[in-house]
């Protein structure tokens, strides 16, 4: 079973920078594709940004294309969500999801949230 942890969330500025990180372990991380997705109370969740288990393929969520890179280090077990040129509606808790090769969502980590000030 894998355990997903997230980190690196925090308050900033409008117009600033931030790093997620997305820890993996007790299983074969390489297996999965990570997804990020981000939520706000009452709203649906939000999909952010996915990476292959390679690297090679990624996708972005519509309002995050440009501003958001999302990157895997295979050796440390960990995905990183790059977040740039922030906005107050990037404000949301954070997690990261395994999906399988079925495309079904299997892992997801707590959370960690983001708030950005005007």
């Known amino acids: 079973q894998v355990q997903l942890v997230e980190s690196g969330g925090g308050l900033v500025q409008a117009g600033g920078s931030l790093r997620l990180s997305c820890a993996a372990s007790g299983g074969t991380f390489s297996n999965y594709d990570i997804a990020w997705f981000r939520q706000t109370p009452g709203k649906e969740r939000d999909f952010v940004a996915i990476i292959s288990w390679s690297g090679y393929r990624l996708s972005y969520g519509g309002s995050v294309k440009g501003r958001f890179t999302i990157s895997r280090d295979v050796a440390r077990n960990t995905v990183y969500l790059q977040m740039s040129s922030l906005k107050p509606e990037d404000t949301a808790v954070y997690y990261c999801?395994?999906?399988?090769?079925?495309?079904?969502?299997?892992?997801r980590g707590q959370g960690t949230q983001v708030t950005v000030s005007s």
């Open positions: 999801a395994a999906q399988n090769g079925a495309g079904e969502y299997v892992y």
